[in-house]
């Protein structure tokens, strides 16, 4: 059974530590995880893009994490949520399919489209008892902002955090503090330079709202607790996982070629997958909590 991303969260935060958000395409990346989290006993979010919705069709998907979570996670919570949702539309047929929380992402319109726009998605998103993440600031990919410095205009400023949360009524908000989306950071080894001041100021301001860190692969365990101390209950990570992935099945072909079955050969994928995503959830001290 699917659990309410509300009764994660509320846990992670009476208990100081983070849930880890994770991207799912397939049966085989849910299974990863989930496998992941029900040996850690941690409780985990599964997470879907609106790209693996046009790729696996949202009832497909959907189904996938519903069956998962009811044979194999046992009682592990798990929550599915909508990651970047970008329009009305998407946030609304994922609302009525059944996810217990969703991203509107209008983090690159001006702030007060931004927040017109995530207000309407939070209004609906609240009829139906679904939690709403909303982003102000914008998380960048290395590519479009490759320096610290190049990036500060696009981060979060405190006090239009304060007045984002209360205008737009977000359950959750996602933070640009110098975190960085995509695989180009994870290839050059660029090194994510957090704000933590910047981070640590805006949770003064909005103690009450549960924080989001978006591209958080490749940070390491430090930086990932530096976070969490200043009010980061969600942690994003998705680049990692398909890196890990897709490395271990080309791997595995790679050493195989006469290889035919897709059971041999996504098995050792999955696996390898599951041991990552345990590795992430050790450091977000979520394991041992479900
Ligand atoms: P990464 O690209 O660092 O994995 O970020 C994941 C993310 O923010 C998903 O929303
Ligand atoms: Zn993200």
């Known amino acids: 059974m699917l659990t309410h991303i509300r009764e994660l969260i509320n846990d992670a935060i009476k208990n100081n530590y983070a849930i880890g958000a994770f991207n799912v395409e397939n049966l085989e990346t849910t299974l990863g995880v989930v496998r992941a989290a029900v040996k850690q006993k941690s409780p985990v979010i599964l997470q879907v893009s609106e ?25 592990i919570p798990i929550a599915l949520h909508l990651d970047h949702g970008r329009s009305f539309r998407s946030v609304a047929e994922c609302i009525d399919a059944g996810f217990s929380s969703i991203m509107i992402d209008a983090s690159e319109m001006p702030m007060q489209e931004n927040i017109i726009l995530t207000k309407q998605a939070a209004d609906y998103a609240h009829r139906k008892e679904v939690w709403a993440q909303g982003e102000l600031g914008a998380v960048k990919a290395l590519e479009e902002a490759m320096t610290m410095s190049q990036r500060k205009p696009f981060m979060t400023r405190p006090e239009e955090a304060k007045e984002f949360v209360e205008k737009t009524g977000v359950d959750t908000l ?33 103690p009450e709202t549960p924080l989001v860190l ?54 050792p994928a999955i696996e390898a997958l599951a041991e990552l995503v345990g590795k992430k959830l050790r450091a977000l001290g979520s394991n041992q909590k479900a």
Not at 64 to 75: F, L, N, P, S, T
């Open 51 to 75: 790209r693996t919705i046009e790729y696996a069709g949202l009832k497909a998907i959907t189904t996938i994490v519903e069956c998962i979570a009811r044979d194999e996670a046992g009682k």
């Open 174 to 206: 996602a933070v640009a503090v110098g975190n960085i989306h995509g695989v180009i950071k994870l290839r050059q080894g660029a090194n994510q330079e957090l704000d933590i001041d910047r981070l640590s100021e805006i949770h003064q301001l909005i």
């Open 214 to 267: 978006h591209g958080a692969s490749g940070l390491g365990p430090a930086q990932l607790s530096a976070a969490i101390k200043n009010g980061i209950r969600i942690v994003n990570m998705n680049t990692e996982l398909k890196l890990e992935f897709i490395g271990a099945l080309r791997k595995n072909l790679h050493q195989d070629p006469d290889a035919y079955d897709p059971r041999q050969v996504f098995s």
